[in-house]
């Protein structure tokens, strides 16, 4: 398993969320598709929303990775990276989603970047692992006195900036 950048996984999880909310309980399934296809209809006429969730949203149901690999090696930095090898490691079929592909590489190139790594991650939860981030695991090792135990300055230290080489009189 390999570790994806934190705010990949934390934008994967949103996009779970997303979906899980638009859908609704119960589930339904126009409501969704129509969200889906004005999105795709928004992005594939050039426009659309610059919002990272909204763009892997509308490529998540549409979109087919064909580079797991490259995609999973992309993830591990969130920020930077060249977005071209990212959109030649998948595609969209269909007519109109093939036209959003094509306008999105064209509009938001970094922003699409993004999102195809996050609806990857989405659709392959079990090809990566979530760095933990839960409140159990940062309090590791906190004994929490919220002081530094390093505040100590130690002999050998001072005595690095000792003009004289000893430490009398000071």
Not at 74 to 83: F, K, L, N, V, W
Not at 95 to 119: C, G, V
Request: net charge negative.
């Amino acid at each position: 398993m390999i570790r994806v950048h934190p705010e990949f996984a934390y934008q994967s999880r949103e996009l779970g969320g997303q979906i899980e909310g638009i859908l609704g309980d119960p589930p339904n399934r126009k409501n969704y598709q129509s969200m889906v296809s004005a999105l795709v209809g928004e992005y594939a006429s050039g426009g659309g929303i610059e919002d990272l969730n909204m763009l892997s949203f509308a490529l998540v149901d549409h979109i087919a990775f064909n580079n797991p690999k490259g995609l999973l090696a992309a993830s591990e930095d969130y920020d930077m990276g060249e977005p071209g090898p990212v959109f030649a490691m998948a595609s969209c079929a269909g007519a109109e989603a093939a036209k959003m592909y094509a306008a999105i590489a064209d509009s938001f190139p970094e922003l699409a970047r993004q999102a195809i790594i996050t609806a990857f991650l989405y659709k392959n939860p079990r090809l990566w692992d979530d760095e933990d981030q839960s409140l159990e695991q940062l309090g590791v090792n906190d004994d929490g006195d919220d002081r530094h135990d390093d505040d100590d300055v130690t002999d050998e230290f001072a005595q690095m900036f000792d003009q004289d080489g000893d430490d009398n009189g000071r």
